[in-house]
């Protein structure tokens, strides 16, 4: 995450746990846990980390000094060179690259610098500290260019590119390291201990949810429109069909309806028809939604929803209209599961603990069998099992049925592509009902690294 002057490394382990560790060898040292981005101040005595507490983002300098937060997240942080501000990307969106830059001071004071970009990746100050340079990308082709903005807010082209241009860092001489990307989601479908079959043809798709009678897939494209596509795809490979715009979230349990979120507005959650129908709206006063899933009765959503910029936290609102219900604490909130016929959510709390929080307000179920290092993934519909993996980050993703009556874990199916190469990412996979098939994606990544000199 950031290189010091003394020459230490301040490095992600997994999970999101932060370590220093020295250039010339040793074992890293933790830090902090949900930090996603780091870096040194200019004298390398200090961190500047963003990282997620209480339902928000972060942006801390020093560590424990709160300058901004928000309930989108703080990306590709770095610290001028004289140390007087620290210029980041701010996304509205957790899990999405769209947004804009953005520097606050070290009273505090932030302002944005820039519009609000389709994608934007990679930041770094320019030597004398009077510019931040990034790639982004205007429109959804995904050919980020390489920009300049004024600590005024004035902003120039540096480098047109054909190509995803990534900005890694600059030298003090000005020599700047980029790395240009190919990079793809794509979406299968498999046979528990079969083969696979890809079920997405663009560039940019990734599975959500599937439907309870295994029959369907939810996937959403985020590449060729502001507020991207939403398909439903029939798991035997035939063509998938375009419902609307947004992303993607949860289908009925009658296949009727899938809910979807635009990136443009997030004050509504859309509902989407599978058939002949017309669109619907949910929504709230001074609510901004950011997931939302369907429960087990068919008539109410489960959202993930921030009120009044609050931190987010699980709700459960009616499709018909009324008021959200508050299901978790502000801050604590994870995933939405389906654990033997009943709705929960699933989080850790303040202190560590794993809990299941009834969707009906009953008292949450203390989960003892999770350790620190795992992720709750999903729930059996049908029987007392979470699924779970140790290792988020790994490549295959080992995935482990945990048994809540006995305490009991086991191993239960290793994620692997077909085609390893250019693989960095497995995403969770999503199992059927009857645990015969599951869809998930995988990121597949081509990068070149250059070193240009000359820009100005």
């Not at 035997?236 to 069909?241: H, I, K, N, Q, R």
């Not at 993607?248 to 009658?254: L, R």
């Given at each position: 995450?950031?290189v010091?002057?003394?020459?230490?490394l301040?490095?992600?382990?997994?999970?999101?746990?932060l370590a220093?560790?020295?250039v010339?060898?040793?074992?890293?040292?933790?830090?902090?846990?949900?930090?996603?981005?780091?870096?040194?101040s200019?004298?390398?005595?200090?961190?500047a980390?963003?990282?997620?507490?209480?339902?928000?983002?972060?942006?801390?300098?020093p560590?424990?000094?709160?300058?901004?937060?928000?309930?989108?997240i703080?990306?590709h942080m770095?610290?001028?060179?004289?140390?007087?501000?620290?210029?980041f990307?701010?996304h509205?969106?957790?899990g999405?690259?769209r947004?804009?830059v953005?520097v606050?001071?070290l009273?505090?004071?932030?302002?944005?610098?820039?519009?609000?970009?389709?994608?934007e990746q990679g930041?770094?100050?320019?030597?004398?500290g009077?510019?931040?340079?990034?790639?982004?990308?205007?429109?959804?082709?995904?050919?980020r260019?390489?920009?300049?903005?004024?600590?005024?807010?004035?902003?120039?082209?540096?480098?047109?590119?054909?190509?995803?241009?990534?900005?890694?860092?600059?030298?003090?001489?000005?020599?700047?390291l980029?790395?240009r990307?190919?990079?793809?989601y794509?979406?299968?479908?498999?046979?528990l201990?079969?083969e696979?079959?890809?079920?997405?043809?663009?560039?940019i798709?990734?599975?959500?949810?599937?439907s309870?009678?295994?029959?369907?897939?939810?996937?959403?494209?985020?590449?060729?429109?502001?507020?991207?596509?939403?398909?439903?795809?029939?798991l035997?490979?035939?063509?998938?069909?375009l419902?609307?715009s947004?992303v993607?979230?949860?289908?009925?349990?009658?296949n009727?309806?899938?809910?979807?979120?635009?990136p443009?507005?997030?004050t509504?959650v859309?509902?989407?028809?599978?058939?002949?129908?017309?669109?619907?709206?949910?929504?709230?006063?001074?609510?901004h939604?950011?997931?939302?899933?369907?429960?087990?009765?068919?008539?109410?959503?489960?959202?993930r929803?921030?009120e009044?910029?609050?931190?987010?936290?699980?709700?459960v609102?009616?499709?018909?209209?009324?008021?959200?219900?508050?299901?978790?604490?502000?801050?604590?909130g994870?995933?939405?599961?389906?654990v033997?016929?009943?709705?929960?959510?699933?989080?850790?709390?303040?202190?560590?603990?794993?809990q299941?929080?009834?969707?009906?307000?009953?008292?949450?179920?203390?989960?003892?069998?999770?350790?620190?290092?795992?992720?709750?993934?999903?729930?059996?519909?049908?029987?007392?099992?979470?699924?779970?993996?140790?290792?988020?980050?790994?490549?295959?993703?080992?995935?482990?049925?945990?048994?809540?009556?006995?305490?009991?874990?086991q191993?239960?199916?290793?994620?692997?592509p077909?085609?390893?190469?250019?693989?960095?990412?497995?995403?969770?996979?999503i199992?059927?009902?009857?645990?015969?098939r599951?869809?998930?994606?995988?990121v597949?990544?081509?990068?070149?690294?250059?070193?240009?000199?000359?820009?100005?």
């Open positions: 995450m950031g010091s002057r003394s020459g230490e301040a490095i992600a382990l997994r999970n999101g746990h220093r560790a020295p010339a060898g040793g074992a890293p040292r933790e830090l902090l846990d949900n930090v996603v981005a780091a870096d040194w200019p004298d390398g005595s200090q961190l980390v963003a990282r997620f507490e209480n339902g928000k983002f972060r942006l801390e300098y560590v424990g000094n709160v300058l901004y937060e928000t309930i989108g703080v990306m770095r610290i001028s060179p004289q140390g007087d501000a620290i210029a990307m701010d509205p969106l957790q999405d690259d947004g804009s953005a606050v001071d009273k505090g004071n932030k302002r944005t610098l820039t519009h609000e970009w389709a994608g930041l770094a100050w320019s030597p004398d009077n510019e931040v340079w990034f790639t982004a990308a205007l429109d959804e082709d995904w050919h260019n390489l920009y300049a903005v004024s600590r005024s807010g004035r902003q120039r082209l540096v480098l047109r590119s054909p190509a995803a241009l990534n900005l890694e860092d600059i030298a003090p001489d000005g020599r700047v980029l790395r990307d190919e990079r793809r794509e979406v299968a479908v498999r046979q201990g079969g696979a079959r890809l079920l997405s043809w663009l560039q798709m990734e599975a959500v949810s599937v309870r009678d295994g029959q369907y897939a939810v996937i959403y494209e985020s590449g060729s429109e502001t507020n991207y596509r939403v398909y439903l795809a029939k035997d490979g035939s063509p998938a069909t419902l609307g947004g993607a979230n949860g289908i009925s349990p009658d009727k309806w899938v809910a979807s979120i635009l443009s507005d997030t509504k859309l509902l989407l028809p599978t058939g002949i129908g017309q669109t619907k709206t949910v929504t709230a006063p001074n609510f939604y950011r997931d939302a899933s369907w429960a087990n009765d068919g008539r109410t959503l489960v959202v929803a921030s009044s910029d609050r931190p987010l936290r699980f709700w609102q009616d499709v018909a209209g009324g008021s959200p219900r508050a299901i978790t604490p502000e801050g604590v994870s995933l939405f599961v389906t033997n016929h009943s709705d929960y959510v699933c989080a850790r709390d303040s202190t560590g603990k794993v299941l929080y009834p969707i009906d307000g009953g008292k949450p179920k203390v989960i003892t069998a999770v350790s620190d290092s795992d992720r709750v993934i999903g729930g059996s519909p049908s029987a007392e099992v979470l699924y779970l993996t140790p290792d988020t980050s790994a490549v295959p993703l080992q995935i482990l049925k945990l048994n809540l009556a006995t305490g009991l874990r191993p239960f199916v290793n994620v692997s077909a085609d390893p190469a250019g693989i960095v990412a497995l995403f969770p996979p199992f059927t009902a009857d645990e015969k599951y869809v998930d994606t995988q597949r990544a081509f990068s070149v690294l250059y070193v240009a000199t000359g820009l100005k």
